[in-house]
C-alpha cells in the first residue's frame, strides 16, 4: 500500500521530545511533508540532529530548528513557542512528546519524589506547552492542530508504575479538555495512545515481554506512530478533536 504524502505548505511544528523516538519520527515525516520543524529537547543531540535532517530534507522547502528546552521549565516552554514564532512566522502545530517512564512503583512503594518528577514532564509539562500553543493560535486567530503523546497505560493501567498510569490517564482527560474548549475557533488538540513502541524509552527487557502481549505478537514502530499524528496534525484529520486514538496493535481491545 501507497504511504500518504501529505502538503503541510511550510506550516510551523512544534515538537517537543524531538531529539528522540516517536517525536524524531513525526520530525521526520513533518519535514518530508513539506511543514518546518522546531525541536524542542533538554537534550543538545537535539542541535545535531537539526543540522542532520536539514541535510536530508529533499523536494521540500522544510527548514528544522533545535531550542534546547526543559518542558518541567515554564519559561523554557514560553520561549519554544516564541522561538517558534519568531522564526516561522507562526506556531500551527504543536507535538508533545517529551516524555520519561520513571521508577516503576507500584502505589505502596512509590515516593513523593518519583511522582513529582514523572508528572512533571508527562502531565504539567503537557498542561503548560499546550496552554502556551493554544495561547498563541488564539492570538493568530487561524487554528491550529495539537498531539498530545499519552499512551495505553493512559487507558488501561501498569500496575507496576503508578506515576505514569497516573500522568497518561491525566492526558486523555486534559485532551477532550482542552481539544473541545477552542473547537469553535478551530483549534483541535488530541492524543495518540501507543502500545510499546521501539525507542530507547523503552528497555530491552519491557520490549521482549510486551511483544507478546500486543494481539499482533510485535511491538509498534516509531514511523507508524509519527503517521498518525501526521494524519491528526493535518486538514484531514479536520472534524476530529478532544479524542483518543489507540495505536498498540490491539493492546486495549481485549
Ligand atoms: N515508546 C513507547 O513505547 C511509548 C508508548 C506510549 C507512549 N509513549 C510516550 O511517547 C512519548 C515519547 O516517547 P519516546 O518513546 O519517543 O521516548 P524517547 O525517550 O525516545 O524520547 C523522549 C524525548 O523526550 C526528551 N525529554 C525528556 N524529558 C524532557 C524534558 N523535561 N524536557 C524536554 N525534553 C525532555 C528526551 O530527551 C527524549 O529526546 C513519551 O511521552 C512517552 O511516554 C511512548
Same mark, same amino acid.
Given at each position: 500500500?501507497?504511504?500518504?504524502?501529505?502538503?503541510?505548505?511550510?506550516?510551523?511544528? %512544534?515538537? &517537543?521530545?524531538?531529539?528522540?523516538?516517536?517525536?524524531?519520527?513525526?520530525?521526520?515525516?513533518?519535514?518530508?511533508?513539506?511543514?518546518?520543524?522546531?525541536?524542542?529537547?533538554?537534550?543538545?543531540?537535539?542541535?545535531? #540532529?537539526?543540522?542532520?535532517? =536539514?541535510?536530508?530534507? =529533499?523536494?521540500?522547502?522544510?527548514?528544522?530548528?533545535f531550542i534546547k528546552t526543559d518542558v518541567t521549565k515554564e519559561e523554557d516552554i514560553k520561549r519554544a513557542v516564541d522561538y517558534t514564532t519568531s522564526s516561522f512566522?507562526?506556531? +500551527?502545530?504543536?507535538?508533545?512528546?517529551?516524555?520519561?517512564?520513571?521508577?516503576?512503583?507500584? #502505589?505502596?512503594?512509590?515516593?513523593?519524589?518519583?511522582? =513529582?518528577?514523572?508528572?512533571?514532564?508527562?502531565? &504539567?509539562?503537557?498542561?503548560?506547552?499546550?496552554?502556551?500553543?493554544?495561547?498563541?493560535?488564539?492570538?493568530?486567530?487561524?487554528?491550529?492542530?495539537?498531539?498530545?503523546?499519552?499512551?495505553?497505560?493512559? %487507558?488501561?493501567?501498569?500496575?507496576?508504575?503508578?506515576?505514569?498510569?497516573?500522568?497518561?490517564?491525566?492526558?486523555?482527560?486534559?485532551?477532550?479538555?482542552?481539544? &473541545?474548549?477552542?473547537? +469553535?475557533?478551530? /483549534?483541535?488538540? =488530541?492524543c495518540v495512545c501507543p502500545g510499546v513502541i521501539d525507542t530507547p524509552l523503552v528497555p530491552k527487557e519491557a520490549k521482549d515481554f510486551y511483544a507478546g502481549l500486543?494481539?499482533?505478537?510485535?511491538?509498534?514502530?516509531?514511523?507508524?506512530?509519527?503517521?498518525? /499524528?501526521?494524519?491528526? %496534525?493535518?486538514?484531514?484529520?479536520?472534524?476530529?478533536?478532544?479524542?483518543? /486514538?489507540? #495505536?498498540?496493535?490491539?493492546?486495549?481491545?481485549?
Amino acid at each position: 500500500m501507497q504511504k500518504i504524502v501529505y502538503d503541510f505548505d511550510c506550516a510551523s511544528v %512544534l515538537i &517537543t521530545g524531538g531529539a528522540s523516538g516517536l517525536g524524531l519520527a513525526t520530525a521526520q515525516r513533518l519535514l518530508s511533508s513539506n511543514a518546518n520543524v522546531v525541536i524542542a529537547d533538554y537534550s543538545e543531540r537535539g542541535e545535531q #540532529i537539526a543540522i542532520d535532517l =536539514n541535510k536530508q530534507v =529533499n523536494a521540500s522547502n522544510a527548514k528544522c530548528a533545535f531550542i534546547k528546552t526543559d518542558v518541567t521549565k515554564e519559561e523554557d516552554i514560553k520561549r519554544a513557542v516564541d522561538y517558534t514564532t519568531s522564526s516561522f512566522g507562526s506556531i +500551527d502545530g504543536l507535538v508533545c512528546s517529551a516524555g520519561i517512564g520513571g521508577a516503576n512503583c507500584a #502505589i505502596a512503594d512509590e515516593t513523593l519524589n518519583n511522582w =513529582n518528577k514523572v508528572n512533571a514532564v508527562d502531565y &504539567t509539562g503537557v498542561m503548560l506547552c499546550d496552554k502556551y500553543a493554544i495561547e498563541q493560535m488564539l492570538k493568530q486567530g487561524k487554528g491550529g492542530s495539537i498531539v498530545n503523546l499519552a499512551s495505553m497505560f493512559g %487507558l488501561v493501567a501498569v500496575p507496576a508504575n503508578v506515576a505514569y498510569s497516573g500522568a497518561k490517564g491525566g492526558v486523555v482527560n486534559m485532551t477532550r479538555a482542552a481539544g &473541545t474548549a477552542y473547537a +469553535d475557533k478551530g /483549534i483541535r488538540v =488530541n492524543c495518540v495512545c501507543p502500545g510499546v513502541i521501539d525507542t530507547p524509552l523503552v528497555p530491552k527487557e519491557a520490549k521482549d515481554f510486551y511483544a507478546g502481549l500486543h494481539p499482533m505478537k510485535r511491538i509498534g514502530k516509531p514511523e507508524e506512530v509519527a503517521s498518525l /499524528i501526521t494524519f491528526l %496534525l493535518s486538514d484531514d484529520a479536520k472534524f476530529i478533536t478532544g479524542t483518543s /486514538i489507540s #495505536i498498540d496493535g490491539g493492546y486495549v481491545a481485549v
